[in-house]
């Protein structure tokens, strides 16, 4: 039995400054974090103040999985970092004894370093002082690695963290978290999902934001091939990853298309298809008791989305249509998608329907006359019913 | 299925599977050992060396065996760019070519300070004559790397005023031919063609896959590309498979045999399938559309109505296996590069697919072929 006890110290930023709800946003956060680890052990976990532990049960003798662990929480949303923990009894001996074997571990690789200390002490019963703690403990460390170490208090290569509290906690890796809040606490969003840069990263966006994602995708085979919705389905798996388990919606989108195409003046053609897509969506988010749609789209982007036919496409939709990438460039948005692992898949060549049935000409600016003209000879209540009937759902 | 792709990789026959079996079992051991079953094996290779030579016209010490084309037009490009001659830090080549040569061209342009001078294609996508002469008028070159059958197209290049405008201009030019839709398609004569070096992959006659030739005429110097045990006059080290190598000299000789009456039925079928397209009442376009030399195997039909992606799809749920000259929207494809070269109008290179015949198709097969497209314009055409 090692005379420390492991564990991964995890920081809650934002959720931390909620009032009354706070519990139920911690909670929220401490069932995602299970979730990711459902297969790999039962651990656990619990708050105390601004913080949660997590560490093995009482009597498990097998070896506490921190990278794992680390990794497997990485894109777990809601708090807004973690360390790897030594913890142990709050006695000056141990702590030297501790600190002594934590700093061999650390430097004694190295060819030269530099470090710090920094102490906490909440526990005012421990018999030393803060700065006494770091500055014995700083000798302790020098005289160990007398030709390697340097102290540097401005910007040491190392920083090693002692907080005594009724135990002690001994650390020195911070890994920075995507913060945001755990999803699920505002709710769920249906994700109109293409295979293209946007709208996974617009999924993540508001994932981030604490909701739960379920996603739609318009299939218009063969127009759009089967591994274009094998893309779609990897994208919706990533996003996954941050919004948790995900029903992808495919629509057989071919048919309406079509009657689109034969009814619909070219020009008109995209912002009725986008009309469309945003009814079945809608309808569809209302089945599932979904109350927001999310789209990818950026204020000027292409013809379809400008302030127009943003207007038009949101007309359509009872439910909030949350963009959060309205006001990002291309650009801005590329960097997230790399960040999040999306980009390399959505940049595969296979075309999506808007890339298929895309007039020379759209008309930029359409009005709601506009709208209402092109679509003149279309049965909309029968089209979206038959959008609805034509949905395989798979759980990604 | 119903396989109209034979240009990607022909299909291997049962009496080759046979015959690779039969060597597999027999034929297997270590062509470099110097026991009696070892010395068979060199001696295995040996013969298959001098049977390929013959069919192609060329001398056995002038073929080197390689895991397959990709590696062959690597060899010869870096092999003249590392071999002692004089450098000008210059190639020639044209907008036609595979990624194989392109890829590996570019390689020197980033890393070895190379400049890759590119003859434009005509509406044909011929090579541009009036351009390569005028290139190799101005510049010197270390090599002149041109493909001969265009693999999307079917375009033969003119290799014979090709070599006779270096013969003009840079006699002691190299030339390197990416021959590996010539097999099978053209007769061909290493020796009396004029080139120095000849890329081939024998997968796309009917071999097993993992096998490539580089032709290299006796005077020619390259350095190798693969270093090690000093097999194959150490001009690409590594074990060589005699089963596999024995195969290879087995489907060259058997498809050098039947080439003149294989031409003849493709030809045939080749036809066939235009009269059953015209009397589907399609609306289509042979690419090139005039008089170009093309090859009767490669068949790139444009289809106005319908984009060629689509089409694929719904063949492809037929189970019938055609390509599509454009991968449509990837960029990284060289294939899409070459059919914009031949600047069709409005997005039509996205509408020509591939349909490469084997004289083992049936005109069943392109009854059936006709009939499924015709009624994918029928249902899908905008």
């Given at each position: 039995?090692?005379?420390?006890?492991?564990?991964?110290?995890?920081?809650?930023?934002?959720?931390?400054?909620?009032?009354?709800?706070?519990?139920?946003?911690?909670?929220?956060?401490?069932?995602?974090?299970?979730?990711?680890?459902?297969?790999?052990?039962?651990?656990?976990?619990?708050?105390?103040?601004?913080?949660?532990?997590?560490?093995?049960?009482?009597?498990?003798?097998?070896?506490?999985?921190?990278?794992?662990?680390?990794?497997?929480?990485?894109?777990?949303?809601?708090?807004?970092?973690?360390?790897?923990?030594?913890?142990?009894?709050?006695?000056e001996v141990v702590l030297f004894e501790q600190v002594e074997k934590y700093a061999t571990e650390l430097f004694a690789q190295l060819d030269s370093f530099t470090f710090k200390l920094e102490t906490k002490r909440i526990n005012k019963k421990f018999p030393l002082r803060s700065y006494d703690v770091s500055s014995k403990l700083g000798a302790l460390v020098l005289e160990k690695f007398p030709n390697t170490a340097k102290v540097d208090v401005h910007n040491p290569d190392y920083t090693l963290y002692v907080e005594i509290r009724d135990d002690i906690y001994l650390y020195h890796q911070i890994e920075p978290a995507r913060s945001g809040l755990p999803v699920g606490s505002s709710g769920k969003g249906m994700l109109l999902l293409s295979g293209g840069i946007d709208s996974p990263v617009a999924g993540y966006q508001m994932a981030s934001r604490g909701l739960n994602l379920e996603g739609i995708y318009f299939h218009t085979f063969p127009y759009t091939s089967d591994q274009a919705k094998q893309k779609v389905i990897d994208l919706a798996k990533r996003i996954g990853d941050f919004s948790g388990k995900f029903h992808l919606h495919i629509v057989d989108f071919t048919e309406i298309q079509l009657e689109l195409n034969d009814k619909v003046p070219a020009n008109m053609l995209t912002v009725i298809m986008r009309r469309m897509m945003m009814r079945i969506a809608d309808q569809l988010a209302a089945k599932r008791n979904i109350n927001c749609l999310i789209t990818g789209e950026s204020l000027g982007q292409v013809a379809s989305q400008t302030v127009n036919a943003l207007m038009c496409t949101n007309h359509v939709a009872v439910r909030p249509v949350f963009r959060p990438l309205i006001g990002l460039d291309k650009n801005e948005t590329i960097a997230i998608a790399k960040n999040i692992d999306t980009y390399e898949t959505s940049i595969l060549p296979y075309d999506d329907c808007c890339t298929v049935f895309v007039a020379k000409h759209p008309k930029i600016h359409p009005s709601f006359l506009d709208c209402e003209q092109a679509e003149k000879d279309l049965e909309l209540d029968d089209l979206v019913k038959q959008g609805l009937e034509k949905i395989e759902t798979i759980i990604v | 299925m119903q396989y109209f792709d034979h240009t990607a990789t022909k299909l291997i026959e049962k009496d080759v599977i046979e015959f690779y079996l039969k060597q597999l079992k027999a034929n297997n051991y270590n062509p470099a050992a110097i026991y009696a079953s070892g010395l068979e094996a060199a001696e295995s290779i040996s013969n298959s060396a001098k049977s390929i030579a013959k069919n192609l016209e060329c001398e056995p010490d002038e073929i080197i065996f390689t895991s397959g084309a990709t590696e062959s037009i690597n060899t010869a490009i870096k092999g003249i760019v590392l071999s002692p001659n004089p450098k000008t830090k210059r190639i020639l080549t044209s907008a036609g070519e595979h990624s194989a040569t392109t890829e590996t061209l570019k390689f020197l342009?980033?890393?070895?300070?190379?400049?890759?001078?590119?003859?434009?294609?005509?509406?044909?996508?011929?090579?541009?004559?009036?351009?390569?002469?005028?290139?190799?008028?101005?510049?010197?070159?270390?090599?002149?790397?041109?493909?001969?059958?265009?693999?999307?197209?079917?375009?033969?290049?003119?290799?014979?005023?090709?070599?006779?405008?270096?013969?003009?201009?840079?006699?002691?030019?190299?030339?390197?031919?990416?021959?590996?839709?010539?097999?099978?398609?053209?007769?061909?004569?290493?020796?009396?063609?004029?080139?120095?070096?000849?890329?081939?992959?024998?997968?796309?006659?009917?071999?097993?896959?993992?096998?490539?030739?580089?032709?290299?005429?006796?005077?020619?110097?390259?350095?190798?590309?693969?270093?090690?045990?000093?097999?194959?006059?150490?001009?690409?080290?590594?074990?060589?498979?005699?089963?596999?190598?024995?195969?290879?000299?087995?489907?060259?000789?058997?498809?050098?045999?039947?080439?003149?009456?294989?031409?003849?039925?493709?030809?045939?079928?080749?036809?066939?399938?235009?009269?059953?397209?015209?009397?589907?009442?399609?609306?289509?376009?042979?690419?090139?559309?005039?008089?170009?030399?093309?090859?009767?195997?490669?068949?790139?039909?444009?289809?106005?109505?319908?984009?060629?992606?689509?089409?694929?799809?719904?063949?492809?749920?037929?189970?019938?296996?055609?390509?599509?000259?454009?991968?449509?929207?990837?960029?990284?494809?060289?294939?899409?590069?070459?059919?914009?070269?031949?600047?069709?109008?409005?997005?039509?290179?996205?509408?020509?697919?591939?349909i490469s015949l084997a004289s083992n198709n049936t005109k069943e097969e392109i009854n059936d072929l006709v009939t499924k497209i015709s009624e994918a314009l029928a249902k899908y055409a905008v």
């Amino acid at each position: 039995m090692p005379d420390y006890q492991e564990l991964i110290l995890i920081r809650l930023g934002e959720v931390a400054l909620k009032g009354l709800n706070r519990n139920k946003f911690i909670n929220r956060l401490i069932n995602n974090i299970n979730y990711r680890l459902r297969d790999l052990g039962k651990y656990k976990i619990y708050q105390d103040q601004s913080r949660i532990y997590l560490e093995n049960r009482k009597n498990v003798t097998e070896a506490f999985p921190t990278n794992e662990i680390l990794k497997r929480i990485k894109d777990v949303f809601g708090y807004v970092s973690a360390s790897p923990v030594r913890r142990f009894v709050a006695d000056e001996v141990v702590l030297f004894e501790q600190v002594e074997k934590y700093a061999t571990e650390l430097f004694a690789q190295l060819d030269s370093f530099t470090f710090k200390l920094e102490t906490k002490r909440i526990n005012k019963k421990f018999p030393l002082r803060s700065y006494d703690v770091s500055s014995k403990l700083g000798a302790l460390v020098l005289e160990k690695f007398p030709n390697t170490a340097k102290v540097d208090v401005h910007n040491p290569d190392y920083t090693l963290y002692v907080e005594i509290r009724d135990d002690i906690y001994l650390y020195h890796q911070i890994e920075p978290a995507r913060s945001g809040l755990p999803v699920g606490s505002s709710g769920k969003g249906m994700l109109l999902l293409s295979g293209g840069i946007d709208s996974p990263v617009a999924g993540y966006q508001m994932a981030s934001r604490g909701l739960n994602l379920e996603g739609i995708y318009f299939h218009t085979f063969p127009y759009t091939s089967d591994q274009a919705k094998q893309k779609v389905i990897d994208l919706a798996k990533r996003i996954g990853d941050f919004s948790g388990k995900f029903h992808l919606h495919i629509v057989d989108f071919t048919e309406i298309q079509l009657e689109l195409n034969d009814k619909v003046p070219a020009n008109m053609l995209t912002v009725i298809m986008r009309r469309m897509m945003m009814r079945i969506a809608d309808q569809l988010a209302a089945k599932r008791n979904i109350n927001c749609l999310i789209t990818g789209e950026s204020l000027g982007q292409v013809a379809s989305q400008t302030v127009n036919a943003l207007m038009c496409t949101n007309h359509v939709a009872v439910r909030p249509v949350f963009r959060p990438l309205i006001g990002l460039d291309k650009n801005e948005t590329i960097a997230i998608a790399k960040n999040i692992d999306t980009y390399e898949t959505s940049i595969l060549p296979y075309d999506d329907c808007c890339t298929v049935f895309v007039a020379k000409h759209p008309k930029i600016h359409p009005s709601f006359l506009d709208c209402e003209q092109a679509e003149k000879d279309l049965e909309l209540d029968d089209l979206v019913k038959q959008g609805l009937e034509k949905i395989e759902t798979i759980i990604v | 299925m119903q396989y109209f792709d034979h240009t990607a990789t022909k299909l291997i026959e049962k009496d080759v599977i046979e015959f690779y079996l039969k060597q597999l079992k027999a034929n297997n051991y270590n062509p470099a050992a110097i026991y009696a079953s070892g010395l068979e094996a060199a001696e295995s290779i040996s013969n298959s060396a001098k049977s390929i030579a013959k069919n192609l016209e060329c001398e056995p010490d002038e073929i080197i065996f390689t895991s397959g084309a990709t590696e062959s037009i690597n060899t010869a490009i870096k092999g003249i760019v590392l071999s002692p001659n004089p450098k000008t830090k210059r190639i020639l080549t044209s907008a036609g070519e595979h990624s194989a040569t392109t890829e590996t061209l570019k390689f020197l342009e980033q890393k070895m300070d190379y400049q890759i001078d590119v003859c434009d294609l005509d509406a044909n996508g011929q090579i541009n004559l009036d351009q390569l002469e005028r290139y190799l008028k101005n510049e010197k070159y270390d090599l002149l790397t041109i493909i001969h059958v265009n693999n999307v197209l079917g375009t033969i290049n003119p290799i014979e005023k090709i070599v006779a405008l270096r013969n003009q201009y840079q006699k002691e030019l190299p030339i390197h031919l990416d021959s590996v839709q010539t097999l099978g398609k053209l007769e061909l004569n290493l020796s009396k063609l004029g080139i120095e070096l000849a890329s081939f992959s024998l997968h796309k006659i009917g071999t097993p896959k993992g096998i490539g030739l580089l032709y290299k005429s006796r005077n020619t110097r390259i350095e190798p590309l693969i270093h090690g045990g000093g097999q194959q006059n150490s001009l690409r080290s590594g074990t060589e498979n005699p089963a596999l190598v024995a195969t290879a000299a087995y489907v060259i000789e058997k498809t050098t045999k039947f080439l003149t009456e294989d031409l003849a039925k493709i030809n045939k079928l080749s036809n066939y399938l235009t009269s059953q397209l015209d009397q589907a009442k399609i609306n289509y376009q042979y690419i090139p559309s005039n008089d170009a030399e093309v090859v009767p195997h490669i068949n790139a039909i444009l289809f106005p109505n319908l984009r060629a992606e689509t089409l694929l799809n719904v063949l492809n749920i037929k189970d019938i296996a055609v390509s599509i000259g454009s991968a449509c929207s990837n960029k990284k494809s060289k294939q899409n590069e070459i059919l914009k070269k031949l600047q069709l109008p409005g997005q039509m290179d996205k509408h020509i697919l591939r349909i490469s015949l084997a004289s083992n198709n049936t005109k069943e097969e392109i009854n059936d072929l006709v009939t499924k497209i015709s009624e994918a314009l029928a249902k899908y055409a905008v």
